[in-house]
């Protein structure tokens, strides 16, 4: 692994906010906050001109909202990886932000080390659910997977296993749930990335939605 710091943008438009969080990844050794924006407009321009790894963001902002911000980022910056960091607890904001393109959705009331986690998470190509923003969307994966149409390139062992990467789920907490070794759900993963076209956690997770393979709550 890099020893190279993940370089990061805050966005708030409350400077306390901005500070105390910044406050909180200062002594991280692995994070680097290279700069903060008050609003989403902002947040582009900084992206563009700092080029960071991830943007750490609000969603109700002036001039420009965590919604359209998010999508102009995956638009100029196609490598970044936008984490919301939200007050609200609302499925709507969740699954709206996901589809926008952010890779993860923390509520503003988790630890440092959960925020360091997740920024961790989504810098590695991961998607990052805090526990309360996770049981907002996600219900149980308990029941048997949904069926996406005739003629899907998808094997039902794939679907289980979109099923679970969509909720936030690792590869080893996959194996250990499912019973089969990490070697075996790495493999599905990179069929279903090979079979759907998707390279990224987040358009996997946007599929998994799109194609009610998760149920929301």
């Known amino acids: 692994m890099s020893d190279k710091p993940i370089n990061v943008i805050l966005v ?5 906010v901005v500070d105390g969080i910044r ?4 002594d991280e050794p692995g994070i680097r906050v290279v700069g903060d924006a008050a609003n989403g407009l902002e947040a ?11 943007v750490m963001m609000d969603v ?26 939200s007050m609200h607890d609302n499925r709507e904001y969740i699954l709206q932000l996901i589809q926008s393109g952010a890779s993860g959705y923390i509520l503003k009331d988790v630890s440092a080390e959960e925020m360091v986690k997740a920024i961790e998470t989504v810098h590695h190509g ?16 308990d029941e048997p997977a949904a069926p996406v149409g005739e003629g899907s390139v998808l094997t039902p062992r794939e ?7 969509a909720g936030g789920q690792n590869n080893k907490e996959i194996a250990r749930e499912l019973d089969i070794s990490v070697r075996t759900v ?7 990335k090979s079979k759907l076209n998707i390279q990224t956690a ?8 799109e194609h009610n393979l998760v149920q929301l709550s």
Not at 126 to 141: E, K
């Open 12 to 16: 708030d438009d409350h400077p306390l």
């Open 60 to 85: 109700s902002m002036p001039v420009m909202n965590g919604f359209e911000a998010t999508k102009k980022l995956r638009e100029c910056c196609p490598d970044l990886r936008v984490l919301i960091l």
């Open 202 to 209: 987040a358009g996997l997770v946007k599929y998994a939605i």
């Open 159 to 165: 679907i289980t296993v979109l099923r679970l990467l």
């Open 126 to 141: 991961g998607t990052y659910f805090s526990s309360g923003a996770s049981q907002t969307l996600f219900a149980r994966f």
């Open 44 to 54: 582009v321009e900084a992206a563009m001109a700092l080029k960071p790894d991830v």
């Open 186 to 192: 790495e493999t599905h993963r990179q069929n279903i």
């Open 23 to 26: 406050a909180r990844l200062e």
